[in-house]
């Protein structure tokens, strides 16, 4: 191709205005875009994490261990919420005028970090309140000097960090899209609903997560985890450096400098009449700009009555006077352009709209102070030993912003566009005073709950027993927390895009400041506020609004059985062991599968792609983090364009495998022990532990979804689009904050006293041994020995008679000490009744892993696109399972178990082996369903010529496998679940943790026996002159056929567990 020709297409690459991180002209191919904006929204997401797992439940610190009053601590969290909405003004003037947004970021992000380690620090010290036991429904003690100092000096470093990373990141985020190519222009218009909707995604996990922590575990923890994210945050934005685009600076002078040259200009010339200026812009050869009209005309629309408008565009036109030099001397090079002054007129006519969304902002303080204050008094119990922590709420407002933002994205603007014929459906200001109309009716609401609460209280004669809890439920407050949602979806987004917009190129930081300092005055005036209405209503013995009363709780004092303490203490069980202790161990599970999926889901695209590897070979080897990374950094061979796959390096292969393996041998010991620890922190002599122990394994496997679904939709798309090594770094940095998080829960775990004797395992083979060597004794001497025993015949005695022998010496003589018990016959006969069942589910565990290989590679070649710019990654549609699974057992564990049990009378419902069942029929139905959708595209590549195109997209869309995958994760909340239950209930007391590893082994056999049948497979079919089932090319090969195997080896497995099952008895707690 001549150079003529290539000339248009690289002008066009280039990006106006901004250079690459080595200051060379950036190219829109390789830089930018939703690539780079990604990273950012990461940041974002990791610092809006930090910041309300600080800022959320803040009042519960104040007002618990730093000993506040509720009025006092309202103030503090509102002068300190306002301070730090206020100095983005200063983080962006520094920004915008001397650092630059990028390193703006990185010296903010450092000193966020140093203060959450130093609030980390603080709470981990002790005070008066945490020697006496706080809990968040104590009322105040009295703090500690040297705490107190070092929290707020902490705080409010971590606010000044805020002032530089909030404004600069989302204004650098906007940057990453250049405004004059029409495709990242729409881009751009989205990004600031999509910036806020990730935000408050990660702002919901927060809620849910940090303020149980800090309620109910432990405020160090509770603060040490935003730190380590915040590490996390800074870490992921430098790995982007890479890829932004830098804003280039103009050689003119600052925008701060123009701007206030403009008002000074215009003071001194105040004198000048306005004939004298319309006689020099005649001279210049200048018209008039229209903003003025424009802006009298769009305010209209929403303030109309707003007189306050129109005066300040009448007067803004003094400005125009900056256009005369002093003296009306035409010295050009002080007199101000039409350009500074019409800056400084923008500037100028945000401030009507600042001014008058003050009141939003003081309603908005309310909902993480007050609103807080009253869920605590609240009936918050979600299962008899778990209480949902009052913050939490805040919850459903970022629940409701995220489900409402894409709704507006793509429901309401394109109606509205249909309507206004507006592109973006309704005006700025139009959506900002939707969103406070929306905040006024949810005050209302508010304010009628709380006459409910108040009128509730007295009803039952609580009002002088401020710490028992009110008889109403803390569900009464969800409503005005979603209108909040709502409210924000309209009116902060808008007024971010409002303010990012309206000013000049050079202040987008200030212009995002600006909208900031609005909720930083707000907090002020809402403070002031409180402190008039507390003085007003607080004196001469009068109650205030946020008055408290002494008032002790007792503290029980019993143990628990066979447990002791991490010092070999007997445990109590009032501050050990529960959901209190479970909670760490569910938090460690959910990181170790975030790293496991982060790893597993897509690691046959890595070899495959980098590693080079034939899709059958990778199908295969699928079935140390730390070296997983640097395999991946090790730099692979060069693909040529027209192939198909490329040759590896062979040290970084087997840096690979040695690296999977010991992912391998890590998992062997983490996975079994942790879920048997959990499960032994519910003792199950106590009636409401016992109940809890029972739902432990669903929500075990609902929040380890969570984590998968987490790890699916971000770490796919990371190794997907922008680094492996980021991609298999990150589940490393995981598990060390797993470990850390294990240990931080030390002292608040049980341990198990073992019990006395032989190892459960020598018990068992010495059991198999005697019965092997007493082979010939006849079942009337056994009987004999029983009868001179006194024991009773156990239900299950019948049952593998040969381990009976096991009750008799060899020479027939009752020498005790040689001798099995009874008990360690039934321990015996219990693991082996478990086999059949371990047999019978390998079927289950071969179609498990198809769907973390050939369905993600079948996803590779469908159509994936949800926008014309942004395609799904193939391993998130895994998420799929998960999602199903989080809703599935939700939905088994309160709505299908209370409505089985009020029919079979179990308490469980239904039992474990029938639940198993299910999940093996419904795996069954999954893999058809897989079948019949890959011969569709099958029948589509052939229909489309694309048989011999491997690398052309099917015309076919993805969400196609969809419902394989939703089947496949509600068969995993029947058969997982169910499995686990069955193998750690099943097993001798001493072997819990081999009981699951049974459990797990069924899996790894199953991934074994995949292997295998895909290599007898693939050497059956793939001869010479044959096209494999598995060929690389998959519009040439069958997966159809492979899938209908498996579904026929599901059916036979199904059958033969269920003529199993009829003959399997349960064994008895007592016996075992």
Known sequence: MSSSNQTPLLSYDIVDGSVDYKGRPAYRSN???????SFIIGVEVAERFAYYGISSNLITYLTGPLGQ????????????????SLLPLLGAFVADSFLGRFRTIIFA??????????????????????????????????????????????????????????PCVQAFGADQFDGQDPQESKAKSSFFNWWYCFMCAGTVVTLLVLNYIQDNLNWGLGFGIPCAVMVIALIIFLLGTKTYRYSIKGEEKSAFLRIGWVFVSSIRNWRTTPSAIAFEEEVRGTLPHQSSEQYKHSTKVVFCSCQLVEDLSYKALFLNKALLAPNGLKEDGKVCSDGDVEEAKALLRLVPIWTTCLVFAIVFAQTSTFFTKQGVTMDRSISPSLDLPAASLQSFMSLSIALFIPIYDRVLVPIARALTRKPSGITMLQRIGSGMFISVVAMIVAALVEVKRLKTAQEHGLVDLPNVTIPMSIWWLIPQYVLFGVAEAFTMVGLQEFFYDQVPSDLRSVGLSLYLSIFGVGSFLSSFLISIIEKATGGNGRYSCSETQEVRTPLLNDTVDDCVDYKGNPVCRYNSGGWRSASFIIGVEVAERFAYYGISSNLITYLTGPLGQSTVTAAKNVNGLGLLTLSAMLPTSECQSDSMSCSSNTLQVILLFIALYLVALGQGGHKPCVQAFGADQFDRQDTKECKAKSSFFNWWY???SSGILVSLLVLTYIQDNLSWSLGFGI?????????????????????????????????????FVAAFRNWRFTPSSIASEEEGRGTIPHQSYEQFKFLNNALLTTDGSKEDQKVCTFRDVEEAKAVLRLIPIWTTCLGYAIVFPQSSTFFVKQAATMDRSISPGFEIPAASLESFSSISMILCIAIYDRLFVPVARALTRKPSGIAMLQR????????????????????????????????????VTVPMSVWWLVPSYVLFGVADVFTMVGLQELFYD???????????????????VGKFLSSFLISVIEKATGGIGCYSWFDN??????????YWILAALSVVELIMYMYYTRFYIYSRDERI
């Open 731 to 767: 589940p490393c940095i995981m598990m060390i904050c797993a470990l850390i998080i294990f240990l931080l829960g030390s002292k608040k775990y049980r341990y198990s006293v073992k019990r006395e004797g032989n190892n459960a395992l020598l018990r068992i083979a010495q059991v």
């Open 702 to 704: 609902f929040f380890m």
């Open 1033 to 1042: 090319n998959l519009n040439r090969a069958h997966l159809d056929y492979f």
């Open 916 to 951: 198993i069942g299910t999940g093996l029929f419904l795996s069954a139905v999954s893999i058809a369903f897989a079948a019949l959708v890959e011969m569709k595209r099958l029948k589509i590549a052939q229909e489309s010529g694309l048989v011999n195109e491997p690398n």
């Open 109 to 166: 992000s450092l000193i966020y970090i140093l203060g959450l380690g130093l609030l980390t620090l603080s709470a981990l010290l002790p005070s008066h309140a945490a020697a006496n036991g706080f809990r968040s429904t104590d009322l105040p003690s009295s703090p500690v000097p040297s705490q107190l100092i070092l929290f707020f000096f902490a705080l409010y470093l971590v606010a000044i960090g805020q002032s530089g990373h909030k």
């Open 31 to 37: 830089s930018g875009g939703w690539r780079s904006a």
């Open 69 to 84: 009053s509720t009025a006092t601590a309202a103030e503090n969290v509102n002068v300190w919420s306002g301070t730090a």
């Open 986 to 1004: 099943q097993v001798p007391s001493d072997l819990k943790s081999v009981g699951l590893s049974l459990y797990l082994s069924i899996f790894g």
